[in-house]
T-cell receptor, first 110, second 113 residues
Framework: NAGVTQTPKFQVLKTGQSMTLQCAQD?????MSWYRQDPGMGLRLIHY???????DQGEVPNGYNVSRSTTEDFPLRLLSAAPSQTSVYFC?????????FGSGTRLTVV | QQQVKQSPQSLIVQKGGISIINCAYE??????FPWYQQFPGKGPALLIA?????SEKKEGRFTISFNKSAKQFSLHIMDSQPGDSATYFC????????????FGTGTRLQVTL
């Protein structure tokens, strides 16, 4: 039982490049979400999903896309990376309001 | 707009002392208040949570105190240990789709010997 697995752990992108942050959970949780963590700002919700095929925007969705084709996977796509997207990204899944977080992806956009 | 305000930003406590972190919220629809603990390089992990129908919840050395009328809640860590050194986040959520969490800005706790 791996919990929530995020890949890669570290990534450096050039401005304008695109990439996908992977997230997978093996707990059969319906709810999944993506957060970004920036110093002094806590964690802010980017996108979330209440089940396969259903996604919605969070607090800071601009520049990010998500899809949820299976219960297990919830990838986050950066369409055209910008320096403002330099952050640590966390994926999480939930059962009965208890959220389990992955170990994060540290992304630097230069 | 910060819906959950957390203080202090950082805290230094001696081993054996009491660590206290405070949070305040505005949205009266919040009905679940968890605290998360995060070690460097790791994701946040649920530490303890409370619902507004109780004023206090204790789990080992960790206690949440909740004041519904003041819209405030706090985390008390009794007998603080060096292993408690971490960043702590309060959060709140509303019952609904995905029960999304709104986080405070975090408190970096250092417990010294």
């Amino acid at each position: 039982n791996a919990g929530v697995t995020q890949t890669p752990k570290f990534q450096v992108l050039k401005t304008g490049q695109s990439m996908t942050l992977q997230c997978a959970q093996d707990m059969n949780h319906e709810y999944m979400s993506w957060y970004r963590q920036d110093p002094g700002m806590g964690l802010r919700l980017i996108h979330y999903s209440v089940g396969a095929g259903i996604t919605d925007q969070g607090e800071v969705p601009n520049g990010y896309n998500v899809s949820r084709s299976t219960t297990e996977d919830f990838p986050l796509r950066l369409l055209s990376a910008a320096p403002s997207q330099t952050s640590v990204y966390f994926c999480a899944s939930s059962y009965q309001r208890q959220w389990t977080f992955g170990s994060g992806t540290r992304l630097t956009v230069v | 707009q910060q819906q959950v305000k957390q203080s202090p930003q950082s805290l230094i406590v001696q081993k054996g002392g009491i660590s206290i972190i405070n949070c305040a919220y505005e949205n009266t629809a919040f009905d679940y208040f968890p605290w998360y603990q995060q070690f460097p390089g790791k994701g946040p992990a649920l530490l303890i949570a409370i619902r507004p129908d109780v004023s206090e919840k204790k789990e080992g050395r960790f206690t949440i105190s909740f004041n519904k009328s003041a819209k405030q809640f706090s985390l008390h860590i009794m007998d603080s240990q060096p292993g408690d050194s971490a960043t702590y986040f309060c959060a709140a959520s509303v019952r609904g789709p995905a029960s999304k969490l709104t986080f405070g800005t975090g408190t970096r706790l250092q417990v010294t010997l």
